[in-house]
């Protein structure tokens, strides 16, 4: 397996995690929305990220679970374009991530990535 397709495996498989964590929980107390709208805040006080981007992540975290579940996991340069700049890189606590990346590794055959 090429090492793109590789690192797009292993995001699909971190962002399936976040996305069936946050739709297990209440939308509005969801840690993990919150934590990704944070880093994006973050990022344009810092000018890290273009306003287009910015207002294209803003419309993802203001859906509901299922059609942003779609639209980050969709097939095509598209999804593949958000899952590389995506915005739950760090939602858990690191002892938590680094569990899980591990999982995904293993499943992925290795690689010593993360999930950005």
């Known amino acids: 397996m090429r090492h793109e397709d590789r690192m797009d ?3 699909l498989a971190w962002l399936r995690t976040v996305l ?3 739709a297990s929980c209440a939308r509005e107390d969801c840690r993990i929305r919150a934590n990704a709208q944070a880093l994006l805040d ?9 306003e287009h ?6 419309k ?7 059609d942003l579940r779609k639209a ?4 095509g340069a598209q999804g593949r374009e958000l899952r590389h ?3 739950f890189a760090g939602v858990f606590p690191p002892r938590e991530q680094n569990r899980i990346l591990r999982d ?3 499943e992925s055959g290795g690689g010593n990535s993360g999930p950005g």
């Open 9 to 11: 495996h292993m995001r």
């Open 20 to 22: 069936d964590r946050m």
């Open 42 to 50: 973050l990022k344009r006080s810092r000018n890290m990220v273009s």
């Open 53 to 58: 981007h910015a207002q294209r992540w803003e």
């Open 60 to 66: 993802l975290l203001a859906m509901d679970a299922e």
């Open 72 to 75: 980050l996991l969709a097939p």
């Open 85 to 87: 700049a995506h915005l």
């Open 104 to 106: 995904i590794r293993k």
